[in-house]
């Protein structure tokens, strides 16, 4: 892990196990608590488990509100925005601390023996299908590409070409792109203006005028005056352009100029980082129009462009792909953070597999828990939908896994797929 400082912090942590201390994307300083593979292999002392197990029930009644929810602290109860560097550190530190603890052989045991009891899966006695065994499995992931899901799949080379064939050909279409684009200025805007109310700066209020005026921009191009008919609005001559048709060029530079303006924000990193993905996008259909002055047949061929460029360029490991896919799947644009990767398994004979996948919790109280589902949900939802459009062998059975301190013992459905609920005790 480059730039990764790692910190031995005595009785609490046994010599294997150390804290890596690292700056997440939104600019605060975090403590992920971590332990080689080999020494995973063994057993840490029981004095380790004791100490973790009553450090992180103190943590959850601190935390029981709060989750990390498209990369931003969120107080689940009602949705709302939280502004606290010392309690975000706090959750990632616990969640850490927390994908160390259950990969001890109490837990070990009682994950097997809670989808044996629930699900009555004999199969988990074959340790080929027992999920979060291995410490490569416990580990947390940003998914924020195509590539990696493929890779994670094990989809082929050839695979992956009808995998990106087949989401472009959807994702690239005018309704998704556009919607993306604006998705990304209204979160853009809702942050800068929180922060312009708490701390106002000269590159804050520089980039609300450019947000405004991209947003007005994206509005007089793309919206039609509504007194007048499709078969109303002609084209102007030819060899005559109006000297107010814009092209997709101007937003590309009101990006630059948004970037350029908070590229030293630390709390506005991941913004800054989808607007720099969807540049890739928008360099590629620069020189298409985007006007409602140039009448509505025009107007659709303009849009025609813009999908067969994007459809046509952006390839595979493209991350602006994989943003419009986001949009398409769910109306949402920001990566998807998998706090417990889990793996992929078979089962049987091999015409059947199951992607495990899991998420950590402060507490299972029912606006936690319902959080938690979606977001796991999300994630198991994205993973499948690529499984299926690469036509991969074999069905695909997803199941997600949770985990809460002093919860009980459950499992549940939700959107037709298998959620496990594991106590950490």
Not at 35 to 59: G, H
Not at 251 to 272: A, G
Not at 314 to 337: K, M, P
Request: hydrophobic letters at 35%.
């Amino acid at each position: 892990m480059t730039g990764v400082r790692s910190v031995v912090k005595k009785n609490l942590i046994p010599r294997a196990a150390k804290i890596l201390t690292t700056i997440n994307t939104r600019g605060v300083m975090l403590r992920f608590y971590h332990c080689s593979e080999q020494v995973y292999d063994e057993p840490l002392p029981c004095e380790w488990y004791d100490r973790s197990l009553s450090k992180l029930t103190k943590w959850s009644h601190s935390l029981k509100n709060v989750d990390v929810i498209d990369g931003k602290l969120v107080n689940v109860d009602n949705d709302s925005r939280v502004y606290d560097d010392n309690l975000e550190e706090k959750l990632y530190a616990f969640k850490s601390l927390a994908r160390t603890f259950i990969g001890g052989p109490s837990m070990q045991e009682s994950i097997k023996n809670n989808v044996v009891r629930e699900l009555g899966d004999v199969r988990c006695d074959d340790q080929r299908v027992f999920c979060f065994s291995k410490a490569s499995e416990r580990e947390a992931i940003t998914v924020d590409s195509l590539k990696k899901v493929s890779e994670f799949l094990n989809v082929s080379a050839q695979q992956r070409k009808l995998v990106r064939q087949a989401i472009c050909e959807q994702v690239t279409k005018y309704p998704i792109w556009i919607g993306a684009i604006e998705e990304i200025l209204n979160g853009l805007r809702c942050e800068i203006n929180e922060m312009s109310c708490r701390c106002s700066s000269k590159e804050i209020r520089m980039a609300q005028q450019i947000v405004t005026t991209c947003q007005k921009f994206l509005e007089n191009a793309t919206c039609y005056d509504p007194e007048s008919t499709s078969w109303m609005r002609l084209a102007p001559a030819k060899g005559v352009e109006s000297h107010d048709s814009h092209k997709w060029e101007g937003v590309l530079e009101m990006f630059d100029d948004l970037i350029n303006c908070l590229s030293e924000e630390r709390k506005l990193t991941s913004e800054v980082k989808k607007l720099e993905v969807m540049k890739e996008g928008l360099y590629q259909i620069r020189d298409v129009f985007i006007d409602k002055n140039i009448g509505y047949k025009e107007a659709r061929h303009q849009e025609s462009l813009v999908h067969k460029k994007l459809t046509k360029t952006l390839g595979h490991s493209s991350r602006c792909v994989f943003t419009l896919l986001l949009y398409y799947l769910y109306e949402n644009i920001w990566d998807i953070d998998v706090e417990v990767c889990g793996g992929l398994y078979a089962i049987g004979n091999g015409d059947k597999f199951r992607l495990c996948m899991g998420k950590i919790l402060t507490s299972d109280e029912h606006n936690m828990l319902q959080s938690g589902v979606k977001q796991l949900s999300r994630a198991l939802g994205l993973f499948k939908f690529v499984w299926e459009t690469a036509r991969m062998k074999g069905d695909l059975e997803v199941q997600g896994h949770l985990w809460c301190i002093g919860a009980k013992n459950k499992s549940f459905t939700y959107r037709n797929n298998m959620f496990l609920l594991h106590s950490i005790s």
